[in-house]
C-alpha cells in the first residue's frame, strides 16, 4: 500500500522506511535518553538528598496521605517514607526542589500518586499546608 510520507512528503510503500523518518526517530530517542541521564545525576546528587531529608523532616517522617486518613488509609505509615515530585521532574525541571511541589508519601500512596489516582492538585494542597505548618513551628 503507498502512502504520503510525513517526514519527506514523498510517496513510499508504508513498508519502507524513509531515511528521513528513521533520522527524527534516532534524534527523539536521543533526545529521552538525554534527559533521562539528567534526571538519574540529579537524583544521585547531594542538592537531591539534602532537600529529600528537608521535606521527610518537614512532613515528620510521615505520609502526609496517611495522616488525613485519605484514600483507604487506617493508619499514619512511618515506615517507607519517600519524597514525590507532585510534577514530575521531567515536566517542569525548574520546580524539582521547590517545598511547594515536594511531599512525604508511602510506598502505596506514592504508587497511586504516580499513577495520577492521587489527584496533583490535592497534594499540592497538602504540600502548601505543610509549608505553612513548618513556617508556624519556626
Known amino acids: 500500500m503507498l502512502r ?3 517526514y519527506c512528503g514523498r510517496v513510499h510503500d508504508t ?15 536521543s533526545y529521552k535518553k538525554k534527559e533521562g ?3 538519574q545525576v540529579f537524583r544521585r546528587g ?4 539534602r532537600k529529600s531529608v528537608d521535606i521527610r523532616t518537614r512532613d515528620r517522617y510521615c505520609c502526609q496521605i496517611c495522616k488525613r486518613k485519605l484514600y ?5 505509615e512511618t515506615e517507607g517514607i519517600s519524597v514525590h515530585h507532585i510534577v514530575p521532574i521531567v515536566e517542569d525541571w525548574d520546580a524539582r526542589l521547590d517545598d511547594s511541589n515536594l511531599i512525604s ?7 497511586m500518586a504516580e499513577k495520577g489516582e ?3 492538585k490535592e ?9 505553612e505548618e513548618d513556617e508556624g513551628a519556626v
Request: net charge positive.
Open 72 to 76: 483507604g488509609a487506617k493508619r499514619v
Open 4 to 6: 504520503s510520507c510525513q
Open 46 to 49: 547531594e542538592r537531591w538528598r
Open 118 to 120: 492521587i489527584p496533583r
Open 123 to 131: 497534594l499540592q494542597e497538602i504540600a502548601r499546608q505543610q509549608e
Open 37 to 39: 541521564r539528567k534526571i
Open 105 to 111: 508519601l508511602c510506598g502505596r500512596h506514592h504508587e
Open 15 to 29: 513498508k519502507y522506511m524513509c531515511p528521513q523518518k528513521e533520522r527524527r526517530i534516532k534524534e527523539r530517542q
